[in-house]
């Protein structure tokens, strides 16, 4: 069972940048779609983004395109998340998650089976 590990979150102000890791291990990682969601507090948790296992495709949900970045290294069985421009929307915790193989959709939280334990983002003014 692979076993993921965010790290960077952090309390930043508008306009900032933050990068995200998520570290997995347990399973060949670049046999894996990784997503990024979110979770805000008395919201439903919502994807962010995604970087497909082979063709190095990526998806964006639309509030995040052209300040979210979504990256991975094979080599350091490690996922990315470069947020520039950060918005008091932002603020939330944030997930990485293995995309189960066959699932329909990268970006529903249904089609992922393992997530990390969260790291938190905060945006402030």
């Known amino acids: 069972q692979v076993q993921l590990v965010e790290s960077g979150g952090g309390s930043v102000q508008a306009g900032d940048s933050l990068r995200l890791s998520c570290a997995a291990s347990?399973?060949?990682?670049?046999?894996?779609?990784m997503g990024w969601f979110r979770q805000a507090r008395g919201k439903e948790r919502e994807f962010v983004a995604a970087y497909s296992r082979g063709g190095g495709s990526t998806y964006y949900e639309d509030s995040v395109k052209g300040r979210f970045i979504i990256s991975r290294d094979n080599a350091k069985n490690t996922v990315y998340l470069q947020m520039n421009s950060l918005q008091l929307e932002d603020t939330a915790v944030y997930y990485c998650?293995?995309?189960?193989?066959?699932?329909?959709?990268?970006?529903?939280?249904?089609?992922?089976?393992?997530w990390g334990q969260g790291t938190q983002v905060t945006v402030s003014s």
């Open positions: 998650a293995t995309r189960r193989p066959g699932s329909l959709s990268a970006r529903s939280t249904g089609s992922y089976d393992v």
């Open positions: 347990g399973r060949t990682f670049s046999s894996l779609t």
